[in-house]
C-alpha cells in the first residue's frame, strides 16, 4: 500500500466542487472532513436494502440492521483497538460522550475533590467539568500546558490523592499540538483518578490504541474521521461505565419497567437511551473500513508535510504569527496582527478557500496565546501540494489588500 | 462626519457581480466609516452577539438621530457604513416604521449577511430602532 493524495481525491465528490467561481480548496477538516463516496454508498445501502429499528423487531429487516449495527460496535472497538472486557457507546459526538461522564460520574464526586483539565482544551471538554464542579462543590483546576503541548515539573503537584477526574485532549483542535499524553495518564493513574481522553482531532490523523493508552474513557466523532455527523462515540473499559448514571433514560436502556421502579439493561444498551442514530453507526463503520484500507502512516506524513509546507512558506514572514508547532501536526493556525481574522477569512472565502476563523471554542487557550482568534487551517488526506500553495498565495494577497491603512 | 450616501453606496454593491467585488466593494466602504475613539469603544456601546467587535453610538438632534459605529473587522466596518446609510438622518418614529432587514437586503450583500453574522446584524438593527 502506498498513499496518493491525488488518487484518494477522487473519492471524495465534492472536492470537485467550485466556491464563489473558484476551485473548492476545503482546508477545514478539524472543523469536519469530508465524507468519501464508500461512506455515501453505505448510507445509501442501508436505507435502500435495511432499514428498520434495530433489537427490536422479529422481522427480515430488523435483524439485517441489527446485525449491521452491531458489527459496526465491533469494527470500532477494533478501530481504536479496544481490550476485551470494554465497551462502545454510541453518541452524538465527543461532546456528548464526554457530558455522559461528566454526569454519570456526578454521583462519586465530593466537595473538595478535584478535577482536572489541561489549558489546551476545546469547550467540550472543559464546561461540562466546569459545571460538574459547580454542581458538586468540587474544584475545577487546569494543568498548564505550554503552546507547545509541554508539562512542566513544577505542576506535578496538580495530581494529588484529591484528583478524582482527569479529562484531556490528545490533540489541540485550535493549535494543533500534542499534548503529553502518556506521562499525564500514568500521573493520573497513580493517584487512582479516572481518565478520560478527548480523541475528537486524533482520529482522523492518528491510529489509535486505547489498549496501550490506558485510559478509562475515550471520546471521538464520527464527522472528523470521514463519517457522517451525528454520530461518535464513548469508549470505556467496563468497571468505569459501569459506574456511570445514565444521562438519558427511555426505551431500548432497560430491561423491566414498572410504575414504581426500572431496572436498566447491561451495557452498552444501559448508556443508550431511545432508537439510536443508526445510519449514522453504519457510516462511521463504513469511515473506519476506508480508514483501514489506507496506509494510515504515509497519509500522517503526507498531512504533516502539507502543514509544514505552509509553515515554512509564512515562518519569515514578519506580518505573521505562528501558533502551531513546526512539525509534527496537520494545522497552521496564526494571525495576522493589525487584520481581524474574519476579514482574511472573508477573502480566502471569496478565493474558494475555506478555513476556520475564529477562537475554536477555546477562549483561555485564546487568552493563553494572547489572542482574541486565529485562523487556522487543518490538512485532511486528500489535500494537495497545490492546495496548501494557493491557500498561503490567497492569505498573502488578503493581508496586501486589507493591511493599507 | 463623512456623509454615506445611500443610493450611491446601493449602486456601487449592484455593480459586484462575485465575492471577490464585495469584498473589495466592503473594504474600500469601510474607509468611508469615521472610527470612534478609545473613549467611546467602551462596554455599554458595545453591540452583543456579533462574531467581531462592534460598537454603537446614537446622537440625537432636533429629533434626529445619527449614528456613529465601528467595528475591529474591516469587512464589518464596509457592513456598519451601509446599516448607517439606511439608518441616518431619520426620527426615532421613522426608524421604528422602517424594515431596516428588508431594505439592507436590497444591497447584494446576502453572502455577507448569512450564517452566524445575521444575529450581530440583526442585534445592531434592533438597537438602531430601540
Redesign the interface.
Known sequence: MSFDANTIRDEFPILSMEA??HPLVYLDNAATTQKPQVVLDALISYYTTSNANVHRGAHYLSDRATAQFEHARDRVAQFLNAPENSYVIWTKGTTEAINQVAHGLEWCIAPDDEILITSLEHHANLVPWQQLAFRTGARLRVLPLTSKGEWEPEYAHYFNERTRIFACTQISNAIGVKTPLKDMLAAAKAVGAFTLVDGAQAVAHYEVDVTELDCDFYAFSGHKMYGPTGIGALYGKAHALDVLTPLQTGGEMVSHVTYNSTEFNTLPYRLEAGTPNIEGVIGLSAACDFLACQDREDMLIWEQKLARYVYDELKFNNDIEIYSPATDTTVVSLSVPG??T??LN??L???GVAVRA?SHCAHPLMAQLGVSSTLRASFACYNTLSEARRFCDVLLEAIE??GDD | MTELNRDAIQAQLQTCTSKEATFKELVSLSKQLDRLTDAEKIEENKVKGCESAVWLIERQENGVCTFQADSDAKLMRGVLAVILSLANGHSKAELQAMDLAAELNEFNLSSYLTSSRTNGILGILKRIKS
Open positions: 464563489n467561481e487584520i481581524h474574519l476579514d472573508g477573502y472565502d471569496s478565493q475564529g489588500i486589507l
